[in-house]
């Protein structure tokens, strides 16, 4: 493990980094779980060894804005049970930041919108958010976003394919309700005509000038904790997002947590963080928000 004092716009912390580690989330909860605070004995992680105490000579302290980074994980988490999120080695910024702050729904959306504006401003790529937390390049997903909360601290897991898109397992784990022919609110129309997908992965060097793009994808970090640090200011205003939301105005599936799928126009993200449709005439024809799900888009 190397530590690294960094411009870091949330606080001043640094960022602990790992030429490897099983997962960067799996370290911050280890933080927050008191493993490795002040008089507790050296932890092992990944290999590595650390010591908690008050100052970074001390060892690996939690605070907020902390920041755990690898270069490569071997279990990297998606979204969903059994999700996993792999990447080649030192091709992703792969980190997990550790905020001091009560749960919030807005925080997926808000940690997507910083990586979208870092990537506009920084590489200069025309980057989108899907709601509710990844980051799309054209129709293919280059940013995933992967936020919990424990005991009083949030911790906002990116990975941001940088030269290189993630290999993907095959076949990649079902998650409830995402089987589109099984789903009781879709018609025989559009299971014969038409059906949502998932974005492919891609990388910002497939978009980005060679010239704007780092060689080292932790030069992104330092931007991007930037714009976190002004999104994360006072309550989550919708209009933050508009010219850079996805599928605004397409037909999409959303598929909420308990598996029921629901089909309509995606309009816009509501004061909460949650999704705005206007639902198909054959589920009512209402305007409805999701507060949580996924959204696919046809």
Same mark, same amino acid.
């Given at each position: ?30 933080? +927050?779980?008191?493993?490795? /605070? ?8 990944? @290999?590595? !060894?650390?010591? /908690? ?5 001390? /060892? ?7 920041? +755990? ?5 071997? $279990?990297? %988490?998606?979204? /969903? ?12 910024l792969l980190v997990s930041i550790v905020l001091e702050a009560p749960p919030d729904a807005?925080? !997926?959306?808000?940690? @997507? ?5 870092? #990537? ?30 424990? !005991?009083?601290?949030?911790i906002v897991g990116i990975g941001l394919n940088v030269h290189a898109a993630p290999v993907l397992p095959d076949p990649q784990p079902k998650e409830p309700g995402l089987d589109w022919?099984?789903?009781? %609110? ?19 060097? %497939? ?12 030069? #992104? ?12 200011? $006072? ?23 308990? @598996?029921?799928?629901?089909? $309509?126009?995606?309009?816009?993200? !509501? ?6 449709? %206007?639902?198909?005439?054959?589920? @009512? ?14």
């Open positions: 493990m190397t530590i690294y004092r960094i411009d870091n716009a949330l606080a001043d912390a640094p960022v602990c980094y790992f030429p490897e580690v099983d997962s960067t989330m799996r370290v911050a909860r280890e933080l +927050i779980a008191g493993r490795t /605070g002040p008089g507790r004995e050296a932890a092992d992680v990944g @290999g590595a !060894s650390y010591r /908690g105490g008050s100052g970074v000579q001390g /060892g690996l302290a939690l605070r907020h804005g902390l920041v +755990i980074a690898a270069g490569h994980q071997s $279990g990297g %988490e998606g979204r /969903g049970a059994g999700s996993s999120w792999t990447a080649p080695r030192d091709s992703a807005t925080l !997926s959306i808000r940690a @997507g919108l910083a990586v979208a504006r870092m #990537l506009r401003r920084r590489v200069g790529v025309p980057a989108h958010v899907k709601w509710p937390n990844d980051v799309l390049l054209g129709e293919g997903k280059v940013c995933g976003v992967l936020p919990e909360w424990r !005991s009083g601290w949030a022919t099984e789903s009781r %609110e879709v018609s025989e129309a559009d299971r014969s005509h038409s059906r949502p997908s998932d974005p492919r992965p891609v990388a910002v060097a %497939e978009y980005a000038s060679l010239a704007k793009l780092p060689t080292d994808p932790l030069e #992104l970090l330092p931007p991007l904790l930037a714009e976190l640090s002004v999104l994360l200011r $006072g309550p989550f205003n919708p209009t933050a997002v508009e010219g850079v939301l996805a599928y605004v105005g397409r037909r999409v599936m959303l598929v909420e947590p308990d @598996g029921r799928g629901w089909s $309509g126009r995606f309009v816009r993200v !509501s004061e909460r963080g949650g999704a705005v449709l %206007e639902l198909d005439v054959r589920e @009512g024809g209402c305007t409805r928000e999701f507060v949580a799900g996924r959204l696919r888009s046809f």
